[in-house]
């Protein structure tokens, strides 16, 4: 069974920086393409970053580009999402999720298959 456990979302003022993991189990996370999503209140949950399977990566939020990583740990299957200068307007749930047969780029979230549980990142000023 197929799982994706996420951590490390909470508050953080302005200019602060957070890491968010996401730890795959029931497969190996470097065989499927990945990706961060995050979702305002009110707003459509959207692909910040992606990794493929290969390892190639995708940014695709132009507000947060420059101010975040995404990154693999095959050895521990997981997938962090590093973040600094956070803003108050990356105040956010972030998701994790996980796609079959997916190359590097930006994609809806109907693509992805597998999703964690949010992760609630407040920004304040």
């Known amino acids: 069974q197929v799982q994706l456990v996420e951590s490390g979302g909470g508050s953080v003022q302005a200019g602060g920086s957070l890491r968010l993991s996401c730890a795959a189990s029931?497969?190996?996370?470097?065989?499927?393409?990945m990706g961060w999503f995050r979702q305002s209140p009110g707003k459509e949950r959207k692909a910040v970053v992606t990794?493929?399977?290969?390892?190639?990566?995708?940014y695709c939020d132009g507000s947060v580009t420059g101010r975040i990583t995404i990154s693999r740990d095959n050895a521990k299957n997981t997938v962090y999402l590093q973040m600094n200068s956070l803003k108050p307007e990356d105040t956010a749930i972030y998701y994790c999720?996980?796609?079959?047969?997916?190359?590097?780029?930006?994609?809806?979230?109907?693509?992805?298959?597998?999703w964690g549980q949010g992760n609630q990142v407040t920004v304040f000023s």
């Open positions: 029931g497969y190996t996370a470097s065989t499927k393409a």
């Open positions: 990794i493929a399977s290969g390892g190639d990566t995708a």
């Open positions: 999720a996980a796609a079959n047969s997916l190359s590097s780029g930006c994609y809806s979230p109907t693509l992805f298959t597998y």
